[in-house]
């Protein structure tokens, strides 16, 4: 049920934001997997058993994105997850992206309480997504409030799925509105 064309990484390595040079770079990356629509151009009423299927797909996505900003999972501050349905498809294809996405980036980073913050989209090929991420440990950490940009030049093709993870290395370069800050996380319940 899963075929997938192609997966592209991405790291960027913010060194600063028009402040001072940071101590040490804040790695954004992600990873796109562009994924063939089983469902574009009809309407299918049960579409959960390619949620099922797709757990490993999110697993070896969360692997390579991890590999790619250096492999530890102790250094991972915040994450989110997004998907973009090419033009066949409907809105409800992406949410397929909720459990295989999120729960492969929680096991994976061990203590990762918060909920994974997700967009959803139909867009044409080439079109941008803006994955919104927040802190793993703690949704209200006003510091981690960012997004990470995935786009794929070919994808997603109008029977395609484009499904994303994101994950940082920290906050905003330089965040100073206040907030609830990482290191004051107390209730460790996932939201403060």
């Not at 991890?66 to 998907?83: H, Q, T, V």
């Not at 909720?98 to 959803?120: D, K, N």
Request: aromatic letters at 4%.
């Amino acid at each position: 049920m899963i075929e997938v064309r192609k997966i592209v990484v991405t790291v960027e390595e913010v060194r600063h934001d028009g402040g001072p040079v940071l101590d040490q770079p804040i790695l954004k990356g992600a990873v796109a997997c562009l994924v063939k629509n089983p469902f574009a151009g009809r309407y299918e009423p049960e579409i959960t058993p390619m949620m099922e299927a797709m757990k490993p797909l999110g697993v070896e996505c969360a692997r390579k994105l991890l590999d790619a900003l250096g492999g530890d999972p102790g250094r991972i501050e915040a994450y989110g997850k997004g998907s973009l349905v090419g033009a066949a498809g409907e809105l409800e294809h992406g949410a397929l992206w909720h459990v295989p996405g999120g729960y492969a980036m929680r096991e994976l980073l061990g203590q990762a309480l918060a909920i994974v913050p997700s967009m959803t989209k139909v867009g044409p090929m080439g079109a941008s997504l803006d994955v919104p991420i927040h802190h793993k440990d703690a949704a209200y950490v006003r510091s981690h409030f960012d997004g990470v940009t995935v786009a794929v030049a070919d994808g997603p093709r109008a029977d395609e799925i484009l499904f994303a993870l994101a994950m940082t290395t920290g906050g905003r370069p330089h965040a100073r509105v206040g907030g609830l800050t990482k290191d004051a996380i107390a209730k460790w319940d996932g939201q403060r």
